[in-house]
Every structure is written in structure tokens, then in C-alpha cells.
């Protein structure tokens, strides 16, 4: 997404805005920033532990950067509405879980929080606008603000940090709006979800790590001059900038509610549901996948375009 981004936006004010508050950084290396951040533990006095694990992440393991996230997650740790066994506040911003029995995505609705992904995404473009960020975020600079949208216009994008799907013991599908809500049957968006691929009834990731991965083949050293023309037709979305991450969500949550579509469930072990993927699953997750990636690096593009025509 961050690499597409770069691409279209080369040359205009938009970008020059972006070097002077990135500090050289390209959206590429920006756009992994908050999740990089997650290895703050406030357990560890929110020292940064996930020192080269993850390559991606070596561009800010400095003494100076480390400490420019651990203060990011002080600052987030527990700013909003926490019930026991939630996780820090920052990582609550990556997703919302709206069921896939809904047509759009409502504020209020289960799953929904007003400091989820589509909260997450306003008050950044609100911060990088000029404005103060809404509560409950605490958004310090327009730098902060900057890797966060990097970051979140990716998230918003993945069919399964919106839809959620929701289950019963039995691993029957259940609407989490309708009656009394069991907070049991939240599949956390398919991480509480094992994967069997049938072809070698072999476990493996998570439906959610699933449709987390990219595979080689849209990795960002594949962009190439037809990619950026798909990017490049991408329509600009409807209405002001503030409400586009409500209409991006809405339209993940159709995406989503088409990803479930012929699986079925066993019964609940351990907190988990197993399900077993169809032969052409794969193929139809990557297909999804590359639509989904042009278009979410043309709308960080156009968010960022639009901000600093």
C-alpha cells in the first residue's frame, strides 16, 4: 500500500509534505510503523521488545525511535474504554468487528467502538488537517498522525479487521444484534478461527493471519506500470474526507461477509472453531487481495492529495 502510495503522489505537494514530516521515511517503510509499535510491552516499562524480529521494523530500532513508540503507547496504553481482558488501547484501533449479517458499518452496533479503525482514520486526517484530534485519541504531532493513517488505511482495507464473523458452541453462525450478546462467540475476526487446507487436511494459520498474509506475488517489488494504472482509476470516494473511512468500511464488510460464504464450522475447542478451506479458497483470497491492495494504496494517496492539494 505505503509503496503504491509513494508512487502516485511523487512530485506533488502531497509528498513534500509527507518527506518533511517522515524525515526522508517513504510511506513503504511508515506504513508498518503502529504495528511495529506493538512491541512496546507496558508490562517491561514500556521498553521495546521485539529488537529484530521483524525486518521491516529495523528502520526504527534506535535508541531515539524506539522511544518516540514507547511513548506513543504510554500515551495509548489504556486511553479508552477498557473491560478486563482487553488489550491495549492502540491495538484496538487496527479493526473494528462489525457482523457480517450487516449491510453497512453502523457506530454502536457490536463490535463497533468510537476508538475502532474507522475512528482511528478520522482523527488522524483531523490531526493532519490542522485540527485536535477527536477524543478518546491523544495524537501528539502531525508525524504521529501521518504513521498511524499510513498504517490504518491498510488495516481498513483487510476484509477481516471489519467483518467479523460470530459463533455459537456448536460453530453455527449466530447475529451478535440480535437478543443478548455473548462476548464468547466473537471470533475475534478470524483469529480464533483455525484453517485446515484440504488439499493437505494440514492445520495452518489463522482465518485471520490467512487473509493478513501477502503472498509473493503482490509483494511491493511486483508494482509495476499496470498496477499503478489500476491504482490510478480508482474512483475518489463520495463525500468528505472525514466520513471516507466509514464508506471503506462498509464496503470491507461486504467483502467480508462474501469471504465466509461456504464455510462451515466445527463446535468450539479450547476458545477455538476449526474450518476447512475450500480447493479454490486460495486463489479467491488472492484475487481479493490485489483489488484490495490497489485500492487501498490510491485512497492513501487521494487521502493524502486531498489534505495538501
Same mark, same amino acid.
Given at each position: 500500500? =505505503? ?6 503522489? !511523487?512530485?506533488?505537494? *502531497? #509528498? $513534500?509534505? /509527507?518527506? @518533511? ?89 457490536? =463490535? ?6 474507522? !475512528?482511528?482514520?478520522? *482523527? #488522524? $486526517?483531523? /490531526?493532519? @488537517? ?180
Amino acid at each position: 500500500m =505505503g509503496a503504491i502510495a509513494d508512487e502516485l503522489i !511523487a512530485g506533488s505537494h *502531497a #509528498a $513534500t509534505e /509527507v518527506n @518533511a514530516l517522515l524525515g526522508g521515511l517513504s510511506l513503504q517503510a511508515a506504513a508498518v510503523w503502529a504495528d511495529c509499535a506493538k512491541g512496546i510491552d507496558p508490562a517491561k516499562e514500556f521498553a521495546y521488545t521485539s529488537a529484530g524480529k521483524y525486518p521491516e521494523c529495523k528502520v526504527f530500532e534506535t535508541p531515539e525511535l524506539e522511544a518516540e513508540m514507547a511513548d506513543y503507547v504510554r500515551r495509548k496504553d489504556s486511553n479508552c474504554r477498557r473491560v478486563e481482558g482487553d488489550e491495549s488501547c492502540h491495538k484496538q484501533y487496527h479493526y473494528t468487528d462489525s457482523a457480517i449479517q450487516r449491510s453497512r458499518y453502523v457506530l454502536g452496533e457490536v =463490535g463497533t467502538r468510537e476508538f475502532d479503525v474507522v !475512528a482511528a482514520i478520522a *482523527a #488522524a $486526517t483531523h /490531526v493532519l @488537517a490542522g485540527d485536535p484530534a477527536p477524543p478518546p485519541f491523544d495524537i501528539k504531532s502531525k508525524r504521529e498522525a501521518l504513521f498511524l493513517l499510513a498504517h490504518f488505511v491498510g488495516d481498513i482495507h483487510q476484509p477481516l479487521h471489519v467483518g467479523a464473523i460470530y459463533l455459537d458452541p456448536n460453530g453455527a453462525v449466530i447475529d451478535p444484534d440480535a437478543g443478548v450478546f455473548a462476548p464468547s462467540s466473537a471470533t475475534q475476526g478470524g483469529n480464533e478461527i483455525t484453517t485446515i487446507r484440504r488439499a493437505t487436511n494440514r492445520r495452518i494459520a489463522n482465518l485471520h493471519q490467512a487473509w493478513d498474509d501477502v503472498p509473493t506475488a503482490l509483494n511491493a517489488s511486483r508494482i509495476d506500470a499496470a498496477w499503478l494504472k489500476l491504482a490510478r482509476n480508482v474512483p475518489k470516494t463520495k463525500g468528505a474526507v472525514f466520513e471516507w473511512p466509514k464508506a471503506w468500511a462498509s464496503e470491507s464488510l461486504t467483502i467480508a461477509r462474501r469471504s465466509f460464504v461456504g464455510l462451515q464450522f466445527a463446535a468450539q475447542q479450547d476458545g477455538h472453531w476449526t474450518t476447512t478451506l475450500p480447493h479454490d479458497y486460495d486463489a479467491r483470497m488472492e484475487a481479493v487481495k490485489k483489488k484490495q491492495l490497489v485500492r487501498t494504496g490510491a485512497r492513501l494517496a487521494q487521502i493524502l492529495e486531498t489534505i495538501w492539494p
